[in-house]
């Protein structure tokens, strides 16, 4: 499968570039600043834009199968507009040429059903990361709105910890964890797996440990 993922150059975005690339996907990584990406793999393409401007995401869109994103804003304490934007030009992008399938990296703190979380993710972590979850939420309204086969990934605190393929998802998911977590690694793991999967189509599901 083409695939083209987005947010690249982060920490969650390396992980999906390489373990896309170990499952035999023909990966390109669109990256702002090629010079500071390195995947250390001669098998991934790079494009190179801004994901605010419109054609250049048109232009890297075409010609590929699916599209991941794990764009994230570069500060919690502040909006990042240019993303909500970057989310917008993706969908349109995707509906002008074709592409259909959008998996797309959220957070567990948003505020659908998130009553069903435990105390600090209902009360505490929508005051603390309140930039954060507005962010997310008018992006997920985006992608909800469109024509797209999407998939919202909802995930816990993110952490550096290995990949272990041992955690939980689901749309309803819960936990007793005061805030619960999960690696990078894997939620790439599980991001591409809903590439084959129609499992969660046009779902939110939740993952942690």
């Known amino acids: ?6 947010g690249a150059s982060g920490a969650t975005g390396h992980h999906l570039v390489s373990q896309a690339v170990n499952r035999d996907h023909a990966v390109t990584a669109f990256v702002r600043f090629a010079l500071k990406f390195d995947i250390g793999s001669d098998r991934v393409g790079i494009f190179k834009g801004d994901v605010a401007n419109y054609q250049s ?4 869109v075409r010609n590929h199968d699916a599209v991941v994103s794990a764009l994230g804003a570069s500060s919690p304490w502040r909006r990042d507009l240019s993303l909500i934007a970057g989310v917008r030009n993706i969908t349109a992008a995707m509906a002008r040429v074709n592409v259909k399938r959008f ?14 979380m435990g105390f600090l993710i209902n009360r505490i972590v ?5 930039n954060v979850i507005r962010d997310h939420e008018a992006k997920e309204e985006i992608i909800v709105s469109s024509n797209l086969n999407w998939t919202i990934v909802r995930c816990g605190m993110l952490t550096n910890g290995p990949f272990t393929g041992n ?3 689901g749309v309803h998911l819960t936990t007793a964890a005061i805030m619960p977590s999960v690696s990078r690694a894997d939620v790439a793991d599980f991001m591409l797996r809903q590439l084959t ?7 939110k599901p939740r993952i942690m440990y």
């Open 1 to 6: 499968m083409k695939v083209l993922i987005f």
């Open 57 to 60: 995401v048109e232009d890297a």
């Open 103 to 116: 998996i797309y990296q959220s957070f567990l703190g948003v505020s659908e059903n998130r009553k069903e």
């Open 126 to 130: 929508p005051i603390v990361l309140k």
């Open 167 to 169: 955690y939980r998802d």
């Open 197 to 203: 999967s129609y499992q969660y189509l046009l779902r």
